[in-house]
């Protein structure tokens, strides 16, 4: 795999790479807490700014420029998340659409209704469906985690999701320890009560192929920030869930959408860095349609990140002291592993690796405090988490495992 994917092309387009720290070249396994920005998204920001930017619906040829961006742009993240553009709507982060969206779909619910939300799932999933159950009066069910397999107990699936559930919550894939979940398997129970699927599909979307439609998904959030963007929240809310959500918003704004979600002004720049992204992505990969070439890069980047994982997953047990984190074979993951050190606090190792080694990974609960408490990691400093990108190497994986062996032999 590693062979056939030009992975110094690659990392051609991305300037952060050229970083050093103290006289070594940096290694970035920090991509799940946010990747490296692509030049096609920098200078895609910096064109907006420089021609100068505009708020919308002016008489004037900075206006239409921006609206013509946006307009773009959703075709774009359509096209990559397998949705229509008219789905498609903006926000400052993930985290801020979704209380947003929670707090306007939760004035459907009946105090003594129900819903359901995910021990694996990052908070940003969990949090503002709970603060809005708790304001209506509803109940919440948790799916559980398997504490041996690290996957979601999905036989419980008839008793938790119930005539009684509104919504159901969970992440296409844990940003700590990398599960992929079922979401298909969950998103067929929960219709079958016609609740709602909230997916979040943050750590997942750099990874791999992702279609809304096909998961069953009425709701998916992702960030651009993840996939080589700027700071940019997406949502993708099915056409018409999204017509009937009545959003808080102020008294003149636009009651149609997807702009009755999207608060005050929006970050143009942002968002055309976010289009500048995506269409870095599909030149990975090959065929007609936009929708295409993104599906054929996806599946390029899935194999690189998966052949390099696969190394670090090998390697990882086979040193002393050192604890894995993952799912068993044959479950799908992430190429995001997460461990830690025998005698070593997470934050200790992270900065040995960085101060000594140039190689820059993260620690800590990563928001997934529910998983963290249920393993018992939060009380004594996380997790470690290495996350891989399209954009690093062989090279850099054997770095970091020869690295890491000479912390833990010390």
């Not at 503002?128 to 948790?142: S, T």
Request: one cysteine or more.
């Amino acid at each position: 795999m590693e062979r056939n994917f030009d992975v110094e092309k690659v990392r051609d387009q991305f300037p952060a790479l050229n970083r050093t720290y103290k006289g070594q070249r940096v290694v970035y396994f920090d991509g799940p807490g946010g990747s490296q920005a692509v030049k096609s998204s920098i200078d895609a920001i910096s064109s907006y700014m420089m021609r100068g930017g505009a708020n919308l619906h002016g008489p004037f040829p900075s206006s239409y420029e921006t609206e013509a961006i946006i307009a773009e742009t959703r075709q774009t993240v359509a096209a990559f998340l397998g949705a229509q553009p008219q789905e498609i709507a903006f926000g400052a982060n993930m985290t801020t659409l979704n209380l947003a969206i929670s707090r306007a779909l939760s004035r459907t619910w009946e105090p003594g209704s129900e819903i359901v939300v995910s021990e694996l799932d990052h908070r940003a999933n969990v949090d503002p469906w709970l603060l809005a159950a708790r304001d209506r009066g509803v109940n919440v069910k948790w799916l559980t985690v398997d504490k041996e397999t690290l996957t979601l107990n999905l036989d419980e699936l008839d008793s938790v999701i119930t005539e009684k559930t509104k919504l159901v919550a969970l992440g296409l894939s844990s940003n700590a320890v990398g599960t992929v979940s079922n979401v298909n398997k969950v998103a067929k129970r929960a219709h079958e009560v016609n609740a709602v699927v909230a997916v979040d599909a943050v750590h997942a979307a750099p990874h791999i192929v992702i279609d809304r439609d096909e998961l069953g998904a009425d709701i998916l959030l992702c960030s651009a920030y993840k996939f080589f963007g700027p700071h940019v929240g997406i949502a993708a809310i099915r056409n018409d869930l999204f017509e009937r959500l009545e959003p808080y918003k102020l008294q003149p704004a636009p009651t149609y959408m997807p702009e009755k979600l999207e608060n005050g002004t929006q970050n143009h720049e942002g968002i055309a860095g976010v289009n500048g992204a995506i269409h870095f992505i599909s030149t990975l990969g090959r065929g007609v349609t936009l929708r295409e070439k993104l599906v054929s890069s996806m599946t390029t980047v899935e194999a690189h990140e998966n052949y390099l994982a696969d190394k670090i997953r090998k390697e990882l047990p086979t040193l002393p002291g050192v604890t894995m984190y993952a799912s068993p074979e044959p479950y799908k993951k992430t190429p995001t592993v997460a461990f830690r050190v025998a005698n070593m606090s997470p934050r200790q190792v992270c900065e040995t690796m960085a101060k000594e080694y140039g190689i820059f990974i993260a620690d800590g609960d990563f928001y997934a405090t529910t998983l963290a408490d249920k393993l018992d990691v939060n009380s004594s400093g996380g997790w470690i988490r290495a996350g891989l990108a399209p954009y690093n190497t062989e090279y850099e994986v054997e770095a970091f495992l020869e690295a890491l062996e000479r912390i833990v032999r010390k």
